[in-house]
T-cell receptor, first 111, second 112 residues
Framework: DAKTTQPNSMESNEEEPVHLPCNHSTISGTDYIHWYRQLPSQGPEYVIHGLTSNVNNRMASLAIAEDRKSSTLILHRATLRDAAVYYCILHKETSGSRLTFGEGTQLTVNP | ETGVTQSPTHLIKTRGQQVTLRCSSQSGHNTVSWYQQALGQGPQFIFQYYREEENGRGNFPPRFSGLQFPNYSSELNVNALELDDSALYLC???????????FGSGTQLSVL
């Protein structure tokens, strides 16, 4: 399986944008880029996913590099509730519900 | 929509015992998967069930087994518990047509 690399931790201030990077230099053409986050004492929560084009939803935006070797999850205005571990995951449709989680990025949001 | 619910929320067992964890999938979802999350690490895939049959397994020994029922609820069974089995066990449900996984809040298992 192709691997992702994320910073262990990041800090942000409330109401400011947050850019969470993910490197995936060995990504294959059939790998989708998924992001999940895990709040304290909860299971992971789906955030967004994409293949080649940038994606937007109510939670976040996903910016994918043209060569697909990296991507960035963008939270437009961080809130205290966004403090969580964010996981960047490469997923093939043929893998079903098998996700390979790394250690993710611990995001701290300062008031 | 009802969410994914897991029971119990916490459980304490001793080494060598057997445990059954339960999950109720989100309405309309026919695929369920189980994950193990050790403290400070990301979740690790155990296996997934579709139409009551296991159709994908991670690097876990046979003493980890599961069942999926016609109403899409499911169980994770672990036999001969070891100390290293202490972890948060997560259930996730999804539908064939939707790539999103919906996770429950997990069962925290402690093996003494």
């Amino acid at each position: 399986d192709a691997k992702t690399t994320q910073p262990n931790s990041m800090e942000s201030n409330e109401e400011e944008p947050v850019h969470l990077p993910c490197n995936h230099s060995t990504i294959s053409g059939t790998d989708y880029i998924h992001w999940y986050r895990q709040l304290p004492s909860q299971g992971p929560e789906y955030v967004i996913h994409g293949l080649t084009s940038n994606v937007n939803n109510r939670m976040a935006s996903l910016a994918i590099a043209e060569d697909r070797k990296s991507s960035t999850l963008i939270l437009h205005r961080a809130t205290l509730r966004d403090a969580a571990v964010y996981y960047c995951i490469l997923h093939k449709e043929t893998s079903g519900s098998r996700l390979t989680f790394g250690e993710g990025t611990q995001l701290t949001v300062n008031p | 929509e009802t969410g994914v619910t897991q029971s119990p929320t916490h459980l304490i067992k001793t080494r060598g015992q057997q445990v059954t964890l339960r999950c109720s999938s989100q309405s309309g979802h026919n695929t369920v998967s189980w994950y193990q999350q050790a403290l400070g690490q990301g979740p690790q895939f155990i296996f997934q069930y579709y139409r009551e049959e296991e159709n994908g397994r991670g690097n876990f020994p046979p003493r980890f087994s599961g069942l999926q029922f016609p109403n899409y609820s499911s169980e994770l069974n672990v036999n001969a518990l070891e100390l290293d089995d202490s972890a948060l066990y997560l259930c996730a449900s999804s539908s064939v047509t939707n790539e999103k996984l919906f996770f429950g809040s997990g069962t925290q298992l402690s093996v003494l």
